[in-house]
């Protein structure tokens, strides 16, 4: 594997389910970043982790847990979604979160919808 | 103050012709002006970027034009092909305190090249 990797590709799941998206990068970079791609909006950064410690939370609601156990792994834990959370959600890496920050890697993201 | 206003929202250009994307700034603070490339199922790609005290930056067939008076940039891609048909992200980069670097993205341009 190469790049970065997120998985699952697609996932639905309703109000009440409690599920986890997962995102791994083989780069050797120390930031990782979680995006929500909504139709005819820009990205907006959800949170930004620089070796493991978040140092971004763009007021996401709390239904939203990021976890980052190592600089490789990022994970986004989701319960209670509303319908509005329906989105593309992507994660991306860049060297380090200060000055290289502009120079991100993207993995292909994960089509979420909320029934 | 953080956002980035980018024009036009999708267009159409025939084969052989220069595509331009505008997008314009407030934040004298940002650092970095990146250009990303998204193609349908994949996540953005980095495509080109710049710093503010340059003018233009060019790779292969893609140009960035900087005016930093104006605080606007473009990009330009010369000789448009049907491949060129994506979805392109104009960002800015904000360093702030601490290692804590950030991309605030455009509302994003739907290019379609016609053969």
């Known amino acids: 594997e190469t790049g970065v990797t997120q998985t699952p590709r697609h996932l639905v799941m309703g109000m009440t389910n409690k599920k986890s998206l997962k995102c791994e990068q083989h780069l050797g970079h120390n930031a990782m970043y979680w995006y929500k791609q909504s139709a005819k909006k820009p990205l907006e950064l959800m949170f930004v982790?620089?070796?493991?410690?978040?140092?971004e939370n763009n007021s996401v609601p709390s239904r939203f847990s990021p976890e980052c156990p190592n600089s490789s792994h990022l994970f986004l834990h989701l319960h209670t979604l509303q319908p509005e959370d329906s989105a593309l959600y992507l994660c991306?890496?860049?060297?380090?979160?200060?000055?290289?920050?502009?120079?991100?890697?993207f993995g292909p993201g994960t089509r979420l919808t909320v029934t | 103050q953080q956002q980035v206003k980018q024009s036009p929202q999708s267009l159409i250009v025939q084969k052989g012709g220069i595509s331009i994307i505008n997008c314009a700034y407030e934040?004298?603070?940002?650092?970095?002006f990146p250009w990303y490339q998204q193609f349908p199922g994949k996540g953005p790609a980095l495509l080109i970027a710049?710093?503010?005290?340059?003018s233009e930056k060019k790779e292969g067939r893609f140009t960035i034009s900087f005016n930093k008076s104006a605080k606007q940039f473009s990009l330009h891609i010369m000789d448009s092909q049907p491949g060129d048909s994506a979805t392109y992200f104009c960002?800015?980069?904000?360093?702030?305190?601490?290692?804590?670097?950030?991309?605030?993205f455009g509302q994003g341009t739907t290019l379609q090249v016609k053969p």
């Open positions: 982790y620089s070796l493991e410690e978040r140092v």
């Open positions: 934040n004298t603070a940002f650092d970095y």
């Open positions: 960002a800015a980069s904000l360093h702030g305190s601490g290692n804590t670097g950030k991309l605030i």
């Open positions: 991306a890496s860049s060297q380090d979160a200060g000055g290289r920050a502009y120079e991100q890697y």
């Open positions: 710049i710093r503010p005290d340059v």
